[in-house]
């Protein structure tokens, strides 16, 4: 990219998702927080209508809700579905003012510490990423370049979109050292990219520790389709951990224990995601992996 000339931060993607929801506001109310020298930077709400609800979503996530088949069909008239094309027209690559880097601002109930999510490994971001590791060893970043995701999610409007997650934090509550630490990790994110334009990050080499998507695993479910197992206690809150072929990850209610059974060592995340209990889905698998 020649240079960054509008950025979007946007907070209730998720409407009980608070911290972003505060940190937007917050922004609002103080924008010299958020402006930067070399381009102009607009915070907005993702999901008014949720927020307002203090729900994740009215009828339908509106984080997987910007496919661009999706967005053209006009008939879809759900709440979500209206909301992704306004967004669309107002910030997404033909609409009336598009921007170049969406920063999207997320919280979970899982252990994922300060992650930041790339849906792609071009250059641009995995120096983008590990210029914040440098600053900040415990931030860890978690590509869902080949799940998918990039294509269906808010942060696809741009050409290069990110998503902060943080955690582990209850919805519908604001964990102020989560908030404190999100809002410096944006400021470093604004002040790359002013000194991206700037020419002064085009450091030849970088190195960064890189978590891989390779795939969801299921809650297991009866004939019935009943759950019939939780997170092993083991698991819970060892994200970025890893899991070793024949360790714990499920406890049935007979307290019978389900061993994972893969062949090579796999670090999970997203164990025991709130929201995901709707999908039945009680971790993602990645690989990890050393970017230099």
Do not use: W
């Amino acid at each position: 990219m020649d240079s960054v000339n509008r950025v979007a931060i946007v907070g209730g993607t998720h409407g009980n998702e608070l911290i972003g929801v505060q940190l937007v506001k917050k922004f609002g109310q103080r924008p010299d927080l958020v402006q930067r020298s070399t381009f102009s930077t607009q915070v907005l709400l993702g999901n008014p209508q949720a927020v307002a609800a203090r729900a994740r979503y009215i009828d339908r996530d509106l984080n997987r809700s910007f496919e661009r088949d999706r967005l053209n069909d006009k008939t879809l008239a759900g709440c979500e579905d209206r909301r992704a094309r306004h967004l669309d027209q107002a910030i997404g690559p033909t609409g009336d003012a598009p921007v170049d880097v969406i920063v999207d601002l997320h919280s979970t109930t899982s252990n994922m510490g300060l992650t930041l999510i790339v849906d792609s490994e071009d250059s641009f971001t995995l120096r983008l990423a590990s210029h914040l590791q440098s600053l900040n060893p415990s931030v860890k970043v978690y590509s869902t370049a080949e799940s998918g995701r990039g294509r269906v999610a808010l942060r696809s409007l741009a050409k290069f979109g990110f998503c902060l997650e943080v955690g582990p934090v209850a919805q519908n509550v604001v964990d102020a050292r989560l908030f404190q630490s999100t809002e410096a990790l944006v400021s470093s994110i604004l002040d790359y990219l002013d000194q991206y334009n700037q020419g002064k990050f085009l450091q030849p080499n970088f190195s960064l520790t890189l978590y891989r998507y390779l795939k969801a695993v299921a809650y297991p479910k009866d004939e019935h389709g009943e759950t019939q197992a939780m997170i092993h206690p083991e698991l819970q809150f060892k994200d970025y951990e890893p899991l070793h072929p024949g360790d714990p990850i499920f406890l049935t209610l007979e307290d019978k224990t389900i061993a994972y059974e893969g062949t090579a060592v796999v670090y999970p995340v997203f164990i025991n995601e709130a929201a995901y209990y709707e999908k039945s889905i009680a971790m993602y698998l990645t690989e990890k992996k050393q970017i230099s």
